[in-house]
């Protein structure tokens, strides 16, 4: 038989316990990705102000046209309404899209992480491995 002071201990642990298993996880490792993206490692450098370092994710096109996500960007439907109309489009990160145009690679990504359109081009790329280097950037994917 237990005191009422054991009762209680038990009773407060249990609840702990149970408090415990049922809090959310930290959002970062519960973040889902929409179809066709993966996490991975990348690096966006644009004017030697590093923009993603890191984890990142990313989708691969046919072709090897890719984008890249900053870690902390969020995507319609999945973090937000999807309104499909582009109006109500978030971003919380920086990206980049790189892509095979005529003979050569461009690119173009955010200079603001809220900016949901790429007002930053990049002309005449050459790829360096997992890198693709411009005048003033320099994009890299590791899968």
């Known amino acids: 038989m237990t005191t009422g002071d054991e009762m209680i201990g038990r009773t407060v642990t249990a609840g702990l316990a149970i408090a415990l298993s049922l809090s959310p996880a930290p959002a970062q490792s519960r973040h889902r990705l929409p179809s066709g993206y993966k996490w991975g490692r990348c690096l966006l450098v644009v004017d030697r102000q590093t923009r993603i370092s890191g984890k990142c994710s990313y989708q691969i096109e046919k072709g090897g046209d890719f984008n890249i996500q900053g870690p ?29 145009d005529g003979d050569v690679w461009s690119g173009y990504g955010n200079s603001d992480i809220r900016a949901t359109h790429g007002d930053e081009r990049w002309e005449d790329l050459r790829r360096d491995g997992a890198c693709y280097l411009g005048k003033d950037v320099r994009v890299c994917l590791w899968r």
Not at 82 to 96: I, K, L, V
């Open 72 to 100: 902390r960007q969020v995507f319609a439907g999945i973090d937000y309404p999807d309104t499909h109309s582009g109006a109500g489009e978030m971003s919380e990160d920086y990206w980049a899209a790189v892509y095979k």
